[in-house]
């Protein structure tokens, strides 16, 4: 759940300040499938499912991000999808991995500093927290800054 924690972080522009999240497996150890909403200081919202055990034949990632009357759906990576625009698609996944390790290599590679703030990483961090501290209370957690 953290990279999807991560990725709504990354396009709302802050991290989350509150996470309220259920457990839908009856068994954690068996089943991790969780249902998160996360709450961002300017008002935005996220929902994410993340289910460990759903049919086969749905896409294994999805995302879908709506803002001024538009809405992007992205499956698995590969097929994005813009309300009134055309389709994109590409022929393999890029979900950014080998972008982000170029970008910190070439950051020490020139004494720069690291393109991934600690708030940000930290902010990810403390909402994965609050998500697992969500799940035990069964209540909306509060992002500890």
């Known amino acids: 759940v953290c990279h999807f924690i991560d990725l709504c972080a990354f396009l709302v522009g802050a991290p989350p300040e509150s996470v309220f999240a259920r457990s839908l497996g009856r068994d954690p150890q068996v089943d991790d499938s969780v249902m998160a909403i996360l709450g961002f200081p300017d008002g935005s919202s996220a929902a994410i499912e993340y289910l460990a055990h759903a049919a086969p034949d749905l896409p294994k990632e999805r995302f879908e ?38 970008e910190i290599l070439e950051a020490v590679r020139q004494a720069r500093p690291s393109p991934f703030s600690l708030a940000e990483l930290s902010g990810v961090s403390r909402a994965c927290f609050a998500l ?6 069964g209540r909306v957690e509060r992002v500890v800054s």
């Open 132 to 137: 697992l501290a969500s799940l035990e209370s």
């Open 65 to 102: 991000v709506s803002a001024e009357g538009r809405t992007a759906r992205c499956e698995n990576f590969k097929d994005t999808q813009v309300s009134g625009g055309r389709g994109l698609r590409t022929l393999n996944q890029d979900k950014g991995q080998a972008a982000a390790i170029a």
